[in-house]
């Protein structure tokens, strides 16, 4: 099931139009082959921030058994990497460095475990009066998926990276093979030693994944509501007493609005966590809003609903 499609950016420059299409390439074989399977969820352009540290991961992976985080990188040349793991790459019969697109996506999946982690008592909690396992002993895995024209020296290539490195029209059957996901009729008359996630899970973890994102439109294809449009006369201010709360300990009033990389924030004096001010409106659960600033009077503000709310004064 694909939750979250590509997103088109405004690209200028050569290499950023080549990064874009190679992202495509692999969102469409990505379409081709999930749409329509009911154990994986394919989430592309999946930015989120934890900690005060944000990643993009070009395309997440979940499924039954756990995690896979796919790296685009457009390569039309020849590729390389040595036994420290440096890599080098030719353009126009010219070599040059380049990062490590696997050390990237490591960096990545680092503080995507630590934030599914840190929110373990929120998306696995008890079903059924059991506890559930956590993300631990999960399958976590990497992959890096270049264009299709590159060349790949893989003779003088560790062989750890060569398993991770795949051209894109090849990474279907790279993934595939990864998660090994059985039909249901054979997956009964076999035993498969690895923890899986039940469907209530999966879908609580992607709800909270999708949650992360400034994007409604994974909530609209699921949930599919009615909607009834009402004509907008004016805008109406709400005002809701101790909306703002600290996401680590919970508090309320004890804290102070600041301003950040990220946009306006709230610092706890307890337990000095930082809490975004910004959050779906209260009146349609819109996630398309943003926070504004009047001298001391912090409010958010509904793109779809022109409703407004006072969140600190």
């Known amino acids: 099931m694909i939750l979250k499609d590509k997103t088109l950016q405004n690209a200028v420059s050569p290499t950023a139009k080549a990064g874009q ?4 390439d692999v969102a469409f074989f990505l379409r081709r082959a999930f749409k329509d399977h009911k154990q994986v969820y394919v989430i592309n352009d999946f930015k989120f921030t934890h900690n005060d540290e944000t990643a993009q991961i070009d395309h997440l992976i979940v499924y039954t058994f756990g995690f896979i985080l796919i ?5 039309t040349g020849e590729v390389k990497v040595n036994n420290l793991g440096e890599w080098t790459r030719s353009l126009n ?6 990062a490590s697109p696997i050390k990237q996506v490591e960096l990545q999946q680092k503080l995507l475990r630590e934030m599914l982690f ?3 008592e929120v998306i696995l909690d008890k079903l059924f009066g059991i506890r559930q396992q956590s993300f631990g002993k999960r399958c976590w895995d990497n992959v890096c998926a270049v264009s299709s024209n590159a060349i790949i020296d893989r003779d003088s290539m560790p062989n750890k990276v060569s398993k991770q490195l795949v051209k894109t029209e090849f990474l279907v059957d790279k993934l ?3 998660m090994n996901l059985k039909h249901k009729v054979v997956s009964a008359l076999t035993f498969d030693t690895r923890p899986d996630f039940k469907e209530e899970e999966l879908k609580s973890i992607t709800s909270f994944l999708m949650a992360q994102l400034d994007d409604t439109k994974y909530e609209k294809e699921i949930t599919k509501p009615e909607v009834v449009e009402e004509p907008v006369i004016a805008k109406v201010e709400v005002k809701i007493e101790a909306v703002l709360q600290c996401k680590s300990c919970g508090e309320k009033s004890d804290y102070s609005p600041q301003y950040g990389r990220y946009g306006y924030f709230i610092k706890c004096n307890k337990c000095e966590t930082n809490t975004a001010m910004k959050m779906p409106c209260a009146n349609c659960n819109s996630k398309n809003t943003k926070v504004t600033k009047k001298k001391e009077t912090y409010t958010l503000v ?10 600190y004064e």
């Open 176 to 178: 595939e093979q990864m």
């Open 71 to 75: 790296e685009s990188k457009s390569i």
């Open 302 to 311: 509904c793109s779809d609903c022109e409703k407004s709310m006072v969140l």
């Open 93 to 98: 019969s010219k070599w040059s460095g380049m």
């Open 21 to 24: 299409k190679q992202e495509q």
């Open 118 to 120: 840190d929110n373990r």
